[in-house]
């Protein structure tokens, strides 16, 4: 990796109007280390691995959810898959690069619980207003059912979703605003030990 020292990303349409990447260099291993908790012979294995699956240096949604699918073969991952894929696509431009991966890697794998309730917050933020609904907290929860597949006992219901949604967002939304902002969010996780623990926990879900 260290013959790249560039991040380029952009796309361009062919004669058919299909969009296609044109190029793809990540930054060098000296800035990638100096911005990530990675050492440069832990970013070197995760870009081997990177690009196995994604040989152009880039991932789109479709690849992503494919790959993602492969660790949850009995469930339906596309809309938790979905959801993870806009927080890794930091500049919403429809693609992951391994810049963009190893930065959410590293605060997923590396980063403090403050940085991993920042990560939360992104993916529950489904409309990225940056203040959380109670529809956004019924579109992720249920994203997680889902994900649950075949190991969720009973099956639940679209009802019983929503009914579990308000309890949960009720426990947040203390005063009543009808939205969560990122410091009520932060402030509610930190105050409670058992989700602490849980967030500090948080190593492979994604």
Known sequence: ????????????????GLETFKRYKP???????????????????????FKQECPSGIVNEETF????????????????????????????????????FL??????????IEDRLRWIFTLY??????KLTQEDFYVTIRAVYSLLGNVSSPRYDLDTIREHTASVFQRFDKLHHGYITMQDFMSFCL???TMVQSIDGLRTTV
Do not use: N, W
Not at 27 to 46: G, M, N, V, W, Y
Not at 103 to 112: A, M, V
């Open 65 to 100: 959810k494919h790959i993602y699918g492969q660790f949850f073969p009995f469930a339906d991952t596309s809309s938790y898959a979905h959801l993870v894929f806009a927080t890794f696509d930091l500049r919403a431009s429809g693609c992951v690069t391994f810049e963009d």
């Open 125 to 130: 933020d489904t409309k990225k207003s940056g």
């Open 27 to 49: 930054r060098s291993l000296d800035e990638l280390a100096s911005r990530t908790k990675f050492s440069k012979k832990e970013i070197q294995l995760i870009y081997q691995g």
């Open 1 to 16: 990796m260290d013959e790249y020292s560039s991040s380029v990303c952009y796309t361009d349409f062919d004669d058919d």
């Open 103 to 112: 930065l959410c890697l590293s605060t997923l794998c590396r980063g403090s």
């Open 191 to 193: 105050s409670d030990q």
